[in-house]
């Protein structure tokens, strides 16, 4: 049989596509329908009693939508966040993230008494640990909210129960968890169950990721293992991939390294192709025609709080053999580092050569495009030691997904195109995309608007 035509496997993936969000509507318009029927199948495991009552702690982006959406599939929830505006907010029925069609559901499991948010853990059937994993400054990974979560429910475990992790973490930290739990609670040592299970939504579709996307569900046990999954089948639909903790672990942090070496292997093109005067997206479009080459697109780096982060939990506690990791994450640094020099080499030049100040237009701030997010942007990073480079003097800030910014001043995307001398694409809105090839400016296009 002759393998598939570009077209043909594009038209392929547009049918899925159309196919998940098809089942998506389906699912938005009525998320119950297929609880009955698998509650059903649950009653036929080897656990007797299904999860009714689950305790959630952290209601940030990730534990919130879960609790909701467990909620909604009639278990029980206890949403528990150390910051109060949160539990009042979401008590209130009031979204404090922004997510799309979450409001509505959150307001609902409000109402019927099937979530309540609270400052402290109340007695449940399983505990889920969702909340934040950073890395302190010298990129060791920062497990102390896990801890301080799990100590929370600790006096409140008993026996059958489910504890999980959801936070991404570091290769060891359940059993490090578990370690904790029975040296102060040893009656419940082999009484309780104790897995990982990471989150691999993405942000703007997670009601229906978090319902359809496979997950990978690691126990300390294979009874562990079971019983998570057991809970976790009251709501997914997509498939639950049984590992130990260790792998489930790994798994989470080696999706996210994936993505940031293959975007590091972009940008590093992009720096040859800047050397060799060679046009980067060109090169990649050409190479793609490969059947089998899929190189990602260039940028000016890497951000957001998990693909600028999750790597260095792997490179931490594995320095010697995380070499190519290591590497990405450099090079993804450095290509920031390096655009931001490219602005100020532009400048330099422009005022030689017109013996004026250029008036600059940074265009973008978030850290992927169409989104409100500036956590660990390269873009602001980059706006930031420009504008220091000049004394803030005649740089035009832009972001179309941000109203106000309490240290940068906004300007409209099109009035900073007009005036600015030199233009600098750094995130690719797709608003950006419509603005029409100046001749007359200097255009620094990192992130492929106009792909010249
Ligand atoms: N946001 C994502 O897209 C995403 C995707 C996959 C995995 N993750 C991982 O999921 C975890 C949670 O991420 P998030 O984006 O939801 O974080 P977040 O910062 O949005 O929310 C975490 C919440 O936990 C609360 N909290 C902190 N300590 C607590 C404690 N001891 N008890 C109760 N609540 C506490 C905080 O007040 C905050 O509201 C992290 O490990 C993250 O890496 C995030």
Redesign the pocket.
């Known amino acids: 049989m002759r393998p598939p035509t570009q077209r043909q496997r594009k038209n392929a993936t547009d049918a899925k596509t159309q196919k998940r969000e098809n089942h998506a509507d389906k699912t938005a318009k009525n998320p119950l329908k297929k609880t009955a029927k698998r509650r059903k199948k649950i009653k036929n495991t080897k656990f007797q009693d299904i999860i009714m009552k689950a305790c959630f702690?952290?209601?940030?982006?990730?534990?919130?939508p879960t609790a909701i959406i467990a909620a909604k599939h009639g278990i029980k929830i206890t949403g528990?966040?150390?910051?109060a505006k949160?539990v009042e907010k979401t008590n209130a029925g009031e979204l404090?993230?922004i997510e799309p069609g979450l409001g509505d559901l959150l307001k609902e499991v409000v109402a019927s008494g099937m979530l309540h948010a609270s400052?402290t853990?109340e007695v449940s059937d399983a505990y889920f640990?969702?909340?934040?994993?950073?890395f302190k400054g010298n990129h060791e990974p920062d497990v102390s909210?896990?801890e301080?979560?799990t100590r929370?429910v600790l006096p409140l475990l008993k026996e059958g129960d489910l504890y999980v992790i959801?936070?991404?973490?570091p290769v060891g930290t359940t059993e490090a968890m578990a370690k904790i739990i029975f040296s102060e609670r040893p009656e419940l040592e082999g009484k309780i169950f104790i897995a990982y299970c990471?989150?691999?939504?993405?942000?703007g579709n997670?009601i229906y990721e978090l319902v359809h996307n496979d997950r990978v569900i690691g126990g300390l046990t294979p009874e562990s293992t079971d019983k998570a999954i057991e809970f976790y089948s009251q709501f997914v639909q997509g498939t639950l991939h049984k590992t130990n903790s260790r792998t489930a672990e790994l798994c989470?942090l080696t999706e996210n390294s994936s993505r940031d070496v293959q975007i590091a292997f972009a940008n590093e093109l992009s720096l040859i192709c800047d050397k060799a005067g060679i046009n980067v997206w060109e090169l990649i479009n050409l190479a793609n025609k490969h059947p089998r080459v899929n190189i990602l697109q260039p940028g000016c780096g890497v951000g957001?709080?998990?693909i600028a982060?999750?790597p260095y939990f792997i490179t931490a506690d594995f320095p010697a053999e995380s070499k190519i990791i290591a590497d990405a994450r450099e090079l993804n640094n450095y290509k920031s580092f390096w655009c931001a020099e490219k602005v100020k080499n532009t400048m330099l030049e422009f005022e030689l050569k017109n013996h004026r100040k250029p008036t600059v237009a940074m265009m973008g701030l978030a850290f992927k495009p169409n989104i409100d997010d500036l956590r660990e942007s390269p873009a602001k990073y980059i706006t930031t030691k420009v504008m220091q480079s000049c004394n803030n003097a005649d740089i035009l800030v832009v972001e179309p997904n941000v109203k106000e910014h309490n240290v940068f001043k906004l300007t409209d995307y099109r009035e900073a195109y007009d005036k600015a001398d030199i233009v600098v694409f750094l995130t690719a809105h797709t608003p950006f995309k419509e603005l029409p090839w100046r001749d007359d400016k200097v255009i620094l296009d990192f992130c492929g608007i106009f792909k010249k």
Do not use: F
Request: charged share 15%.
């Open positions: 702690m952290g209601l940030g982006y990730i534990g919130l528990v966040d150390i910051n949160v404090h993230i400052t853990p640990m969702v909340v934040p994993t950073p909210y896990v301080a979560a929370a959801e936070s991404t973490s990471p989150e691999r939504v993405l942000p997670v989470k957001g709080h998990c982060v999750d």
